[in-house]
């Protein structure tokens, strides 16, 4: 079954349904009418702590949840079924955004983070089931046309939101916050629309009879503890888990906290938004490239190539003065990300012991997330005590730093060989 294409073309599609999740609602129209509309009436401020702790509810949660579901479905071999539960979910959240209203902060605050537990512990499920569609020769190629897709697919989807919100009159809607609830629906109907295929063509191995839900979730519980129990006897992968806490923690304060840099040196809000647009553009032929050079000249040393490419990006952002210059620094961002991600989940997932996939995808989700909070209160910290925020991204450096000296350390070949034979 594995290398199918219809059921690699399926597999793909999901990255390029779910990622409009990421773009119009985590990065680019939510964070904004957030602020301006359900957050109105709030003292000056609260409305950005309020998104704030919305955030972070939400990754806490989906780091709770993720490793448990994934034991439970390993045990029954459905992952699939998770995975269509976590897409309907988010998709309803977008539905139920469209609803949202003047000074709605904390129906806004709720429907983000079902939506976002919808988006997160879905993607442990869909990440588990490359093993299923992609031999492990073909899953730096298939991880990066995922990526790519994504790209496309969000960028596309925010691209036709971002002109229906400008261009609100010519529509026929009353203002933006109008075309704004629209757009929000939108993401939930492409999302439901372009997960079919994956739900129509992608099989998965029945491995054990899962038994009812209860039985399930006390073996979710058995094998959780298993996992975190046996997880050193796979060395290999323990030491890669480790470095990917670092340099995604690395990865991850660059997404979150651009913005809001771009904000604080001066830079106009549609500046920012356009910026976001060029990475996705920039982001899919060069997810698409990605894979195939990791398979010409090897997973591993494209991974050090990116990381190494985000310290560039660092570095230059600390003299940033421009628009220019973060469109050229977006432009790099979007060269590497999709990539470094991509190439992370291939590496992964053939480190990964046979049976077990969503369960290890869940134990990644879980510890990476659990630790993510470490970037965003550096760049935090380094800016109250330095008063600059530019200090406070160059301090981001150290995880790039410490993510690809752990890196050097992991022997792939030896981690593939203890994933196959446990030793």
């Given at each position: ?41 709030l ?14 509810t ?57 939506g976002?537990i919808?988006f ?86 029945r ?84 894979g ?21 990006i ?23 990300q ?27 989700s879980f ?19 330095t ?37």
């Amino acid at each position: 079954m594995q290398d199918d294409k219809k059921s690699v073309r399926a597999w793909i599609l999901y990255d390029w349904a779910n990622s409009a999740f990421a773009t119009t609602i985590m990065a680019a129209v939510m964070p904004i009418y957030y602020a301006g509309v359900a957050a109105s009436g709030l003292p000056e401020g609260r409305g950005t702590s309020y998104w704030g702790f919305t955030q972070t509810t939400a990754a806490l949660l989906i780091a709770l949840i993720s490793p448990l579901l994934g034991a439970m479905a390993d045990h029954g071999g459905d992952k699939k079924k998770y995975l269509r539960l976590f897409s309907l979910l988010g998709a309803a959240a977008c539905f139920g955004m469209a609803f949202i209203g003047e000074g709605d902060w904390l129906l806004a605050s709720v429907l983000v983070v079902v939506g976002m537990i919808g988006f997160g512990a879905g993607n442990t499920f869909y990440d588990a089931l490359l093993n299923d569609v992609a031999s492990p020769a073909m899953r730096e190629r298939v991880s990066a046309q995922g990526y790519a897709m994504g790209y496309l697919g969000g960028g596309a989807l925010l691209a036709v939101n971002l002109g229906m919100i400008l261009g609100y009159s010519y529509l026929g809607f009353a203002d933006s916050a109008g075309a704004s609830q629209v757009s929000f629906a939108m993401v939930g109907v492409w999302w439901i629309v372009f997960s079919i295929p994956l739900f129509r063509r992608v099989r998965e191995p029945r491995r054990e009879n899962g038994g009812s839900y209860a039985d399930r979730l006390r073996a979710g519980v058995r094998r959780l503890g298993e996992t975190m129990r046996g997880i050193r006897r796979y060395p290999e992968l323990y030491k890669f888990m480790i470095a990917y806490w670092f340099f995604f923690d690395g990865i991850n304060t660059i997404i979150v906290m651009a913005t809001s840099y771009g904000t604080d040196i001066g830079l106009e809000q549609n500046h920012l938004i356009a910026a976001l647009l060029l990475t996705q553009i920039i982001g899919f032929p060069a997810a698409w490239a990605f894979g195939r050079m990791a398979d010409r000249f090897g997973s591993k040393r494209m991974l050090y190539g990116a990381l190494w490419v985000y310290v560039l990006i660092v570095a230059l952002g600390y003299f940033m003065t421009s628009a220019l210059h973060f469109y050229a620094l977006a432009v790099l961002v979007g060269l590497v990300q999709g990539g470094a991600q991509s190439t992370s989940r291939a590496i992964y997932s053939r480190l990964i012991p046979p049976g077990r996939t969503a369960e290890y995808n869940g134990f990644l989700s879980f510890t990476s997330r659990f630790f993510s909070f470490g970037g965003p209160l550096a760049f935090g910290l380094v800016g109250v005590i330095t008063g600059s925020s530019r200090a406070a991204l160059l301090a981001i450096a150290a995880f790039f730093f410490i993510g690809i000296a752990l890196l050097a350390l992991v022997n792939l070949e030896k981690g593939w060989r203890e994933a196959e034979t446990g030793y």
